[in-house]
């Protein structure tokens, strides 16, 4: 009999350890300005940094003039605290900075520059390793090319993986896959050789999501992805995972409900009609379990608790497969705020859960 199956700890600690064979550029924002002077910083380029960072730059002189191209400035990224350099004189010409971004001035009217004038750059991290980890389906892994492509990642120790999703991925039916692992790093650590590493799966292709279920022990994973005649002319993805499954020992009855719900805003204007708006539908799954033991009760709750952990990103939504030969059906979602728990005869539980899709909002 299939079980239904809970993916909830992702073992990849983070998008620092996570690479990608290429991704499209992330954008640089508008120079948000601290200054007295009147001269505009324009910012420019396409990040290529992995992750969102802001960049600070800062006239540190007027000594030589006032004016562009007298005054000198000072650059840092935000995160990492220390001036990069100093003493780089302003131009009305492009000025790279670092990871693909650049600045050029303008004069304005009256004095130019003040010491001290500073200006704020947000640069969205390129379309790669951040976007899949962030989980949100609504952005993702946007590669520039669609052949010999992969996803890696170092999960920092030896771990037993038991499933690997690709989520909202655009492959087409004529891709072939290979799910490669290795306890040798390479230089980097992602690019180790197949000599030194093993092929583990090679996924069948479901969508939306590809899911493969296996039951390996590596630190070091590679998803490897070719599929030269996809019609987009590059691969994309909107989240990846690595790690662990919860099986219930019992799985939920079999007249369970199914449905979808559509997501909308309404509002009752004068007159007492009814305007609004509406979203992507959602489908739900609404699941009675029967006589549970006390470590799958336990199991659900720690699910519960996973999803709830509170922190930075809020909600940590999960992927469930509602039957384990058909992982086609697998669907990322949140339960309930609440698990609905009765005592059964023998010491054990019966449990009502509701799960509900986390939509993609462009759909």
Same mark, same amino acid.
């Given at each position: 009999?299939? &079980?239904?199956?809970?993916?909830?700890?992702?073992?990849?600690?983070?998008?620092?350890?996570?690479?990608? #064979? #290429?991704? /499209?550029?992330?954008?640089?924002?508008?120079?948000?300005?601290?200054?007295?002077?009147?001269?505009?910083?324009?910012?420019?380029?396409?990040?290529?940094? #992995?992750?969102?960072?802001?960049?600070?730059?800062?006239?540190? @002189? +007027?000594?030589? %003039?006032?004016?562009?191209?007298?005054? &000198?400035?000072?650059?840092?990224?935000?995160?990492?605290?220390?001036?990069?350099?100093?003493?780089?004189?302003? #131009? +009305?010409?492009?000025?790279?900075?670092?990871?693909?971004?650049? +600045?050029?001035?303008?004069?304005?009217?009256?004095?130019?520059?003040?010491?001290?004038?500073?200006? @704020?750059?947000?640069? $969205? %991290?390129?379309?790669?390793?951040?976007?899949?980890?962030?989980?949100?389906?609504?952005?993702?892994?946007?590669?520039?090319?669609?052949?010999?492509?992969?996803?890696?990642?170092?999960?920092?120790?030896?771990?037993?993986?038991?499933?690997?999703?690709?989520?909202?991925?655009?492959?087409?039916?004529?891709? $072939?896959?290979?799910?490669?692992?290795?306890?040798?790093?390479?230089?980097?650590?992602? @690019?180790?050789?197949?000599?030194?590493?093993?092929?583990?799966?090679?996924?069948?292709? $479901?969508?939306?999501?590809?899911?493969?279920?296996?039951?390996?022990?590596?630190?070091?994973?590679?998803?490897?992805?070719?599929?030269?005649?996809?019609?987009?002319?590059?691969?994309?993805?909107? /989240?990846?995972?690595?790690?662990?499954?919860?099986?219930?020992?019992?799985?939920?009855?079999?007249?369970?409900?199914?449905?979808?719900?559509?997501?909308?805003?309404?509002?009752?204007?004068?007159?007492?009609?009814?305007?609004?708006?509406?979203?992507?539908?959602?489908?739900?799954?609404?699941?009675?379990?029967?006589?549970?033991?006390?470590?799958?009760?336990?199991?659900?709750?720690?699910?519960?608790?996973?999803?709830?952990?509170?922190?930075?990103?809020?909600?940590?939504?999960?992927?469930?497969?509602?039957?384990?030969?058909?992982?086609?059906?697998?669907?990322?979602?949140?339960?309930?705020?609440?698990?609905?728990?009765?005592?059964?005869?023998?010491?054990?539980?019966?449990?009502?859960?509701?799960?509900?899709?986390?939509?993609?909002?462009?759909?």
């Amino acid at each position: 009999m299939s &079980t239904c199956r809970f993916m909830f700890t992702n073992f990849i600690p983070g998008p620092q350890a996570i690479g990608v #064979s #290429s991704a /499209l550029p992330g954008m640089v924002g508008s120079a948000a300005a601290e200054a007295l002077g009147s001269a505009a910083c324009l910012a420019a380029g396409e990040h290529t940094g #992995s992750l969102d960072q802001v960049l600070v730059v800062e006239i540190d @002189s +007027v000594e030589g %003039g006032d004016e562009v191209g007298l005054a &000198t400035f000072r650059w840092k990224r935000e995160s990492a605290g220390v001036w990069e350099a100093s003493g780089v004189t302003t #131009s +009305v010409s492009q000025t790279l900075l670092a990871d693909g971004v650049s +600045v050029k001035w303008v004069p304005g009217p009256g004095q130019d520059f003040y010491k001290g004038d500073r200006w @704020s750059i947000l640069a $969205t %991290g390129c379309q790669g390793p951040q976007a899949l980890m962030d989980r949100d389906r609504d952005t993702g892994w946007r590669g520039q090319d669609c052949a010999g492509q992969w996803i890696g990642a170092d999960l920092g120790q030896t771990r037993r993986v038991k499933a690997m999703v690709l989520a909202d991925h655009n492959l087409s039916e004529a891709a $072939t896959l290979g799910l490669w692992a290795s306890d040798t790093p390479g230089s980097p650590a992602l @690019s180790f050789a197949h000599e030194d590493g093993e092929l583990v799966a090679a996924p069948a292709i $479901t969508r939306p999501h590809l899911v493969c279920f296996l039951d390996e022990t590596f630190r070091y994973w590679r998803l490897e992805l070719d599929d030269p005649a996809n019609p987009q002319g590059m691969l994309s993805a909107s /989240l990846f995972y690595l790690g662990d499954y919860f099986e219930p020992q019992r799985t939920f009855r079999s007249g369970y409900a199914q449905g979808s719900v559509a997501l909308r805003n309404l509002a009752t204007g004068s007159g007492g009609k009814i305007a609004g708006s509406s979203g992507a539908v959602a489908a739900y799954y609404q699941l009675e379990f029967a006589r549970l033991a006390q470590a799958d009760t336990a199991g659900l709750e720690e699910m519960l608790r996973a999803v709830h952990a509170g922190g930075e990103g809020g909600l940590r939504p999960l992927f469930f497969t509602p039957f384990s030969d058909d992982p086609g059906r697998t669907l990322y979602c949140l339960p309930g705020a609440e698990l609905a728990k009765q005592q059964a005869p023998g010491g054990r539980w019966d449990l009502g859960l509701r799960l509900e899709e986390v939509v993609k909002s462009d759909v």
